[in-house]
């Protein structure tokens, strides 16, 4: 297998490979460790040992860690020795340099995120007799089953997943990750805003929140039958303490400020979305926040978001954990997304309560509606055969400005998607798994930028889309780049933009069958900085939602803001910085402006004409997203 090819060659990365693999996948039960229960005890207790063990054997520092770890795999629940390994390995500083590798989700714990491989056939398929399935969340498996993004729950966990962390220089003393309870809002929003393009484009409502507490589940998945409803988990919450936390929340939210023992209403929630997201996430204590004095928060604030996953996960007494209770399978489960509705509706009524941004910062440059274009890759004819990265840019970008009027005149008005199949053996099967995965035919962006001043501007580029029926709700955007440019004085600039270098996907992007099955295949990709090698980001094949058949309908927005006051003093980031952001432990968020801007706010007369229509630095384009089932093919004419 070409995963033990590429990683077995350095004898720390097969053990630490093989530590991964082990146990990893027995199922949880109730009794074991559960990743939102005690999480933040026993695997910051374990790191902890770790760090102290390596730190005391600094010539040998990585591998007594392992030694270490392969023996605790044997005693220990595995998923907690997972973790700390896994966090051991991404931020102690000599496993850092060694670049150990984590093994490829669908390689580690095959039985736990295997796709069903049921033979539905793709959607929409809604009111079709003989081809809607029992239950028609199914329509979506292929989607939320994807190893894939599966991986990128899990390792974006694993990099945010708490606010504070452990020092590995100093471990009695604990560094803060910059705007986690912001970041934990951005990604859960990004996420479900994808899901719910999905659910259109196969013909499914949008989402329900999960927000009767009492009311039975009507969908089911895997040993979760339909029809539960949440229940009291003895020994930890109830379903009253749900319901409570949610309504100190609202009453939060209502009130404008947190409630604290002294009843002092100094502390707003308005600029505050950080704090906020941090009391929705995982409660307010003293493990969370340094910016405040502890004793003043008492228990009023307690993990409400991780609560309600604990309490999916034990929903039948007595059995298994369902998906929910794992980061790396929660997000296969429609629950997830039910339950992610409701926790965005508490932030939607927050932000619903602030003003729609000013925009008096925005730079002085030009964009157009007519000054947005999008290529093909197959259809620009200088960049085939090429297979180095920068070599297909330097072309792409030669191409386009030598087509300057083809391109704005005929550039294409609907991208493509299609389901392909990919074929895995895993150990121990005596057929291959069959995984069908959604795939984006790849185009290019042109960009076509004035800039009337006598001087060069840094310019944040931030592109958006969004389904046209959900256009005049600011939480349904889905962010698909953010890169930043110069551009020269007194100057009309083409940029030409490569639709894998998103910033909202793992770079480099997997994209062959081998590398979506093996994450470690661009290891060899000599155009790679390793050094800003990161995985936390959405996967490539999913960087647009599916679509259907007709084309559905979406809006492009492109969004030029001041890149001088947007940038962070960060000199280190990963490619993919909009899931990944910095990547040292104490860094700054790469982008200054709250996340998910200019949609971060409600829009003006709840209306995106109003709001933009009269912007000289805001382009908004129509475009549709066709699904091609296989005897579909668009027959564009080509651009010479």
């Known amino acids: 297998m070409n995963f033990r090819k590429l990683y077995d060659t350095n004898p720390l990365q097969k053990q630490f490979s093989d530590i991964l693999f082990d146990r990893a996948d027995e199922p949880a039960t109730v009794p074991s460790w559960n990743i939102f229960i005690k999480k933040e005890v026993l695997t910051e207790d374990l790191l902890r040992s770790y760090y102290k063990l390596a730190n005391a054997n600094k010539n040998t520092s990585v591998k007594t860690v392992l030694d270490q770890a392969e023996k605790d795999v044997k005693t220990k629940d595995p998923r907690l020795v997972h973790q700390a390994l896994m966090g051991f390995a991404s931020t102690y500083p000599d496993a850092k340099k060694l670049r150990l590798r984590v093994p490829p989700l669908i390689l580690r714990a095959p039985k736990n995120i295997k796709p069903k491989q049921r033979p539905i056939l793709p959607g929409p398929m809604i009111g079709v007799p003989g081809k809607t399935p029992e239950n028609k969340e199914d329509l979506l498996e292929y989607w939320r089953e994807d190893p894939n993004l599966n991986e990128h729950h899990e390792k974006w966990n694993l990099v945010y997943g708490k606010n504070r962390v452990v020092d590995p220089n100093n471990v009695g003393e604990f560094l803060w990750k910059d705007r986690q309870g912001e970041f934990f809002m951005y990604a859960l929003r990004q996420n479900l805003a994808r899901y719910c393009a999905e659910r259109l484009s196969v013909g499914l409502p949008d989402v329900k929140p999960l927000d009767n507490y009492d009311k039975e589940i009507p969908e089911g998945y895997e040993s979760r039958p339909a029809g539960l409803k949440l229940r009291d988990v003895e020994g930890f919450f109830t379903v009253q303490n749900l319901a409570d936390a949610r309504d100190r929340l609202i009453k939060t939210i209502d009130q404008g400020y947190f409630d604290d023992l002294s009843n002092s209403k100094s502390i707003k929630t308005e600029g505050n979305i950080d704090l906020l997201g941090i009391a929705i996430e995982a ?55 039910r339950w992610h509705r409701h926790v965005d509706d508490l932030f939607v009524r927050y932000q619903s309560k602030l003003p729609p941004n000013n925009y008096n910062d925005v730079p002085e440059v030009y964009i157009s509606n007519q000054d947005v274009a999008l290529v093909f890759k197959d259809e620009i004819e200088t960049i085939k055969e090429l297979t180095k990265r920068t070599d297909i840019e330097l072309k792409a970008q030669e191409w386009g400005e030598s087509h300057l009027d083809e391109i704005f005149n005929h550039n294409i008005s609907t991208l493509e998607t299609e389901l392909k199949t990919r074929s895995l053996q895993l150990e121990g099967d005596d057929h291959p798994t069959k995984i069908r995965y959604l795939f984006p035919r790849e185009w290019y962006y042109f960009f076509r930028v004035k800039n009337p001043n006598n001087k060069e501007v840094n310019i944040t580029f931030r592109v958006f889309i969004v389904p046209t029926q959900f256009e005049n709700q600011f939480n349904r955007y889905i962010e698909v780049d953010k890169f930043q440019r110069t551009l020269r004085a007194d100057s009309e600039t083409l940029i030409a933009r490569d639709c894998d270098r998103s910033s909202e996907v793992s770079q480099p992007p997997k994209k062959t069958p081998e590398e979506l099955n093996n994450n470690a295949a661009a290891i060899d990709d000599e155009d790679v900085d390793h050094s800003d090698y990161c995985e936390c980001g959405y996967p490539f094949n999913l960087v647009i939602p599916r679509g259907n058949r007709d084309g559905l309908k979406f809006k492009l927005v492109v969004f030029l803001s001041n890149g001088e006051l947007d940038k962070t003093d960060s000199v280190r980031k990963c490619e993919s910085l909009s899931f990944c952001g910095f990547q040292e432990l104490a860094g700054k968020y790469p982008d200054k402006k709250e996340m998910g801007y200019p949609f971060n706010r409600p829009l003006i007369n709840g209306d995106l004409k109003d709001t933009f229509g009269d912007m000289k630095n805001v382009a908004i384009k129509e475009f549709k997203i066709k699904f091609i089932d296989g005897s579909q093919k668009l027959n564009y004419s080509r651009i010479h």
């Open 283 to 337: 409660g307010i204590t003293e493990s969370t926040y340094k910016n405040y004095d502890a004793a003043v928060w008492g228990t009023n604030y307690v993990p409400f978001h991780n609560i309600g996953h604990v309490q999916t996960a034990f929903i039948q007494e007595g059995k298994n954990l369902g998906v929910m209770g794992d980061n790396k399978t929660a997000s296969r489960d429609p629950i997830f997304y």
